[in-house]
Structures are given as C-alpha cells and as structure tokens.
C-alpha cells in the first residue's frame, strides 16, 4: 500500500492550499469561508520518486456545537486513524491558539508521526521570531512553510518521508474499477457511498449539496477491486451562481471522465426530472459504461405493476440510452444493493469488448441482407466492410461507397443488430462511417 499523509489543522490555515501545492493541481476547493472542504480529499503526489497518496481534511474545531464542523471533525479523525505520517499545519498570523493545543492533544493521543508545519511564512531569508512559540505544542521543530509561493514544501516533504515505510512492492492498481456516482443533489449518492463501505465515509445530511467534491473510496470484496468516486450533485445551470458550487459541477464532470462505469442515480419518489437527463447525458456522451440506480425504493407505495411502470417511464424519458440497465435499490435498506457490484463489473467487461473483423463481417453482410441498404435517385448505398478501432466504448468504423446515403436510421438498424448479436449491454457504441470509391 502506497503511503498515506495527512493534512490536518483547525480551519482556515491554508490546508487546501498547501495540498494543492504539493499536488500540483487544483484539486481542493479553496475559498476563505471556513469550512469549505467538507469531505477528507484524497490525491496522488510524488517526492524522491516514491509516490504517495495526500489527503486533504476539513479543518478540526476540537468544541464545535454545528452539526457540520461536528461532521468534519470526525472525518478528520477517521483520516488521521488511516494515515502513515500527519502534517499538522499552524498559521503565523493568527499565532498559537488553544485550539492548536487541542488538536495537537488530540494527535500525541493516536501516537501517529506528526510533521509540524508553519504557513504563512512568506518572506524569504528572513525568520519570523514567532515561529519559537510553536515549540510548546510538544511536536518537534517547526517547519516554515508558504503554501502560496510554496517555499518550505520540501523540507516538509523530506521530513514525511523519514517516516514512510521501506518501500517494498507495491501491487498495480489495474483491476481496480473506477466506478463514479453520478446524479442530481440529495438523491442518496452518499448514502449509497457509505452503505457500500460500512463506514461514515462521506458526509451525509438533509442539506442539498453537502458533498462538494469528488471523494475516492476504495473498496474490495470478493467480486474485485472497486474505487467509488462519490461527485456533488449536479445542480441546474441556472442555479448554480455560488463559485464553490459552479467547481463541483466541473468537479463532477471530471469524475466522469476518470471512471470506468457511471452509477446514474435517480430518485424513485420524484421520477426521471429534467436535471436527471441532463446528467445522464454527460456520462452518455463521455462513452461511459453506465447503470441507471433508482435509488429510495423502499419509500415508494407499491402495487404489482410499480416497477414496471417506473421502469417503462426511465426508458421513456432516458431513451437516448436504451443500453444502460435499470437496477431498483435502496441506500437506506441496503436493498439489492450488492447487486451491483456484478453489474458493474459485467457492464465494464462489456464495454472493453473486442469483436474481430471476421465477426464483424459475417454479421455486416447478414444485417444488409436483411434490410437493404437505402439508395437515392438510382444510386444504392454499398458498406464495404466493418471493423472495430477502440474499446471503451467500442467505436466500429463502416466503410462504404457513399457517406451521405448512410443514413442515420440505418445506423441505427447496424447498431441494433451489433448489440443483438454480441451484447454490448450497458455500454454506448461509437460508429464512424468513411467513404472510399468503389475503385479503392
């Protein structure tokens, strides 16, 4: 297992920042609201070729009565539990505080090695005499740090990796299944993250858009290997005028495009809503395999017919995705929950199929005997022949005498008869058509 740093400090000294700096990317949200990083954030660094992951903690208030900082205090605890080496960072300008104490208790307590960090240490060449009062906290020598110009930052990564573990070797994450879970605000995506994981892995409340960046869980049973990327819900466009909230969405769409398989989730009690299409959308045109999750069954008043119905209105209404399969679960219950860890793996393995020319042809040459290809004014469409380029999804090229008589409705017939025939369940298919002369 790669090793695991964890920034942690009371909220607003510029922990978002300074991970981002060591990242490299703009990952955290940063914003001088405190309390912006809700959820433990985890990233991938690299120092003296050895890479390790980075998590990024909202800030602990060691007396809060808000039912939210209470939310990211326990967060933070679960992440210093998991991590191999803390950062605690302290500010300069606000000097040492009874919460710094506090929380440096809190840290000697889980016996873990702290690295004690100073930011705001802005100037350069010359030390800040308050720097000296940081001794009290127990921790060591404090190391000056700014984590807007990024002065410091590797006299800290150095003194982490004093503490890493002899690196021994480390396993490749290639069968680890990307799985992100996607969907309009408060339809239980984290709920569905922590019944999964057993553990109060992602804030969960009443408040829409509590879940403001994408979080990695890793997960592993005997079905694989998972990474479960819970993203903010996605809001309107319209409504979305708060800048924390106009990142999400970036955020969400970002997740997308990191994933393997995207866990559509709808809501049972309010049906597919307008938003709801929007996002599906993303996933369909990013050529994602795709789940559509109704999630909150168990609260929904059934007769013999309700699945069917509800069924026939997410086909109705999500008809630009006639692939994706429908799974009636509920996070709350753990109803049929486990079931998707076979659907998931199922439609991955579908959307890194490879069909082989041969195949391909045998079918091509069935499907326009079939149904004639169409033709204008006297001059008939001929496909030549077809054969697959890519995988993820699965793009076919058709080569034929004449792209403009390719018509959409008899793409459409191709499309049809190549999921008839191999699958494919749950994954788009790309078809690029290219003209080549008969002579060619």
């Known amino acids: 297992m ?28 940063v914003e001088d609201t405190p309390g912006v990083t809700r959820d433990r954030l985890y990233a991938e660094a690299e120092w003296r070729n050895r890479a390790f992951d980075l998590v990024d903690t909202g800030g602990i208030e060691p007396g809060t009565d808000s039912e939210i900082l209470t939310f ?28 710094d104490h506090e ?36 921790l060591g020598d404090p190391i000056a740090v700014s984590a807007v110009h990024g002065h410091g930052t590797g006299d800290l990564l150095d003194a982490c990796f004093e503490h890493f573990p002899p690196e021994d070797e480390e396993e490749p994450e290639d069968d680890v299944v990307k799985v992100a879970i996607i969907g309009k605000p408060n339809v239980g995506k ?8 057993g553990e109060q892995r992602v804030i969960v409340s009443n408040v829409a858009g509590t879940t403001r960046d994408a979080v990695d869980s890793y997960f592993e049973n005997d079905k694989g290997k ?22 999400s969405v970036l955020r969400a769409t970002m997740a997308i495009e990191r994933s393997d398989v995207c866990l559509i989730l709808i809501d049972a009690n309010e049906g597919v ?28 008043e059934k007769d013999d017919k309700t699945m069917d119905r509800m069924r026939e209105a997410v086909r109705r209404d999500l008809s630009y995705m006639p692939y994706a399969p429908i799974l009636f679960i509920s996070a709350l219950t753990g109803q049929r929950v486990e079931r998707l860890f076979t659907l998931i793996n199922y439609v991955n393995d579908q959307a890194a199929m ?41 793009h076919f090229v058709c080569f034929c005498n004449d792209a403009k008589l390719f018509h959409f409705s008899y793409q459409r017939y191709l499309e049809n008869q190549i999921r008839n025939t191999f699958g494919l369940e749950g994954t788009p298919i790309k078809l690029t058509i290219r003209q080549k002369s008969d002579k060619e």
């Open 2 to 29: 790669k090793p695991l740093v964890a920034i942690v400090g009371r909220p607003n000294v510029g922990k978002s920042m300074l991970f981002n700096k060591l990242v490299g990317q703009r990952l955290s949200i």
């Open 72 to 99: 990211m205090r326990q967060q933070a605890e679960i992440a210093i539990q998991n991590a191999t080496v803390i950062i605690f960072l302290c500010d300069i300008k606000t000097g040492l505080t009874a919460s």
């Open 103 to 138: 929380v440096a208790k809190m840290l000697l307590k889980s016996g873990k090695p702290v690295v004690l960090a100073v930011n705001k240490m802005d100037q350069v060449g010359h030390t800040n005499p308050d720097i000296y009062e940081f001794y009290n906290l127990g």
């Open 190 to 197: 984290s709920s569905l993250v922590n019944r999964i994981l």
């Open 226 to 247: 998972f990474l479960f990327i819970d993203t903010a819900g996605m809001r309107k466009k319209s409504k979305v005028d708060d800048p924390i909230e106009k990142f």
């Open 273 to 300: 809503t307008e938003q709801d299409t929007k996002v599906a959308g993303l996933a369909h045109e990013a050529g994602k395999a795709c789940i559509i999750v109704v999630n909150k069954w168990d609260a929904v």
């Open 354 to 394: 490879r069909i082989t020319t041969g195949m391909l042809n045998t079918l091509l040459a069935d499907a326009t005997q079939r149904v004639q290809p169409p033709s204008d004014k006297g001059r008939r469409l001929k496909v030549f022949y077809m054969t697959q380029v890519g995988v993820r999804p699965p």
